[in-house]
């Protein structure tokens, strides 16, 4: 049982979804503080039957707090984690602040719960790119070691927060009045149309998202040299990210091989309906815990047996973001009470 | 000059654009005529200043028609194709009812111009992913021969005709008032979501649009064992379609070498702005003749400096179907005359 909990950044996209799972997952806690900044202190959120009013982080916010999910931006994990940590908190932080620092574990329950062992207090919760892609890999690379993966995502706008959905839905009702899209939150219009990751380009032309999905799986798969090519585009689709992924193994392997092992893999669900051309699509994975997997078939484009084609699907706000935290917080709860 | 032009299908939204480029290109023709169904014969469409109805194409449809544009779908263009035959008509066909045929050469213009000298009266289209793919990877395995191709789609709605593209928005202000998209023409939702694409699964995990991709490139190519894998992937934007593609060459490429080779070649414009990450969008595609091209960039999992990746965007009513058409009717004329 967690003594006292915080969610930091309470009334954010992920920090609404953190509150509402905390509830539907039965998290079972002694206090629940919900953490804003001065301008949403004061808004109230209902969970679990209680009304809870977001107070404004600051320096007393942590005072108790025994554990604390960190959905705020880079930014203010940046900021806050020191003052938790002060206050003797463990903190699972949602944002890229930590990810790539040694001390930190990058954690996939899935897949590498083990690496919670060994932290200083803060736990880093993976980019939801990076996480979808991990969770339908990982089973595959277990049992025939990936040697490449090239992928091309098809993200939502709920990556970039409420106000980008919101802006979707704005944008969307604009462009069908018959008037120009303002783009605000986003750099270009996002309604009906869809571009490449607005995140810094580095020297080498990969964008910050791009680097995320690269680093973070490596980090997550203990695989430091693993071969990976991302393409990251936002797409006019609300709150579930989807990926097209080309793999190549190091033996051999066939569709019908990955179908099965994926479809007895954890915070998976396949979805793979030939005849009925049925397959992952982000409407059916919102609001849903697993990542749905597709299009599930040998690479034409690699004769020696050695290549897969898949299609996934998965929540941004939930396993892409606020049920990985969770779930990591469930699985320090039960470590701590062994 | 030709003599006497048919525009079959002439009310569909490739049909529409054919028109409208045939006076925007200023096409030189003797006659016009415009062919439709028993539904569309009798609607009216004004090119180059004189209103044309559309007349049923039926049996004396084609009589006297010395050149025909076909964009009527595959099952019209086996109708009818022996009929514009027999009237002595050259057809440019825009389905995919003849294109894998032997004796049917399938033509971009700024590719294989040269597969125009040898027809038996029908040419080819090639499908419009095909064609913005190969638009942009032909410069390049010009240069450097091209290995492997791993390409996903993100696929306008004007692929599936107007019909399509009404369904987008009619679904999109439907699921704005807060009610379910209910789909018609598509077999899934297709506002706010996204879908593999709907063509039947072949034997092999590849649906009909992939097999595409795959097949015309090589034919177009004139590389009948080239490396390809495609995925294709139909998403809420209008009329243009967008390809990440993964490249892999015979011999180390820089992407300053391939944005100087791709900056020089026709039908290409690059958009590949790191600092004011502004690269090819479907928006900025709309209503181009050029294929925009950008995220020129070396590829981080083929340490060999034999990788590439691109993202490219190609309006699919015009280069990706109609213009395309409209530059293979140009050269015939321009071949005809010499």
Known sequence: MIEHLAILGATGAVGREACGLVEERGLRFGRLSLLGSARTAGARITVAGE????????????????????????????????????????????SSAFRMDAG?????PEINPDDLRHHEGIIANPNCSALIMDVVTWPLHRVNRLRRIVVSTY????????????ELVDQS???????RPVPNVFPHPIAFNLFSHDSSIGPDGYNAEERKIIQETRKIFHEPDLAISATCIRVPVRRAHSESINLTFERPITPEEA???????????VV???????????????????????????DASQPDGRGLGLFACGDQLRKGAALNAIQILELLAEAESE
Request: zero cysteines.
């Open 259 to 269: 179908r099965e092992i994926l479809a007895a893999a954890p915070g998976i669900r």
């Open 173 to 179: 009702r604009a462009v069908l009045r018959g008037e």
């Open 104 to 108: 930190v574990p990058l954690v996939i």
């Open 51 to 94: 009304t809870i009013e977001v107070a404004e982080a600051g320096k007393s916010g942590f005072d108790g707090v025994t554990h604390a999910i960190f959905s705020a931006g880079a930014e203010r994990s940046q900021r806050f984690a020191p003052i938790a940590l002060g206050a003797g908190a463990v903190i699972v932080d949602n």
């Open 155 to 166: 993200q939502a706008a709920s990556g970039a927060g409420a106000a980008a959905m919101q």
């Open 272 to 298: 793979d309906d030939a005849e009925s051309n049925r397959f992952p699509m982000p409407l059916e994975a919102e609001g849903r815990d697993e990542v749905l997997v597709g299009r599930i078939r040998q």
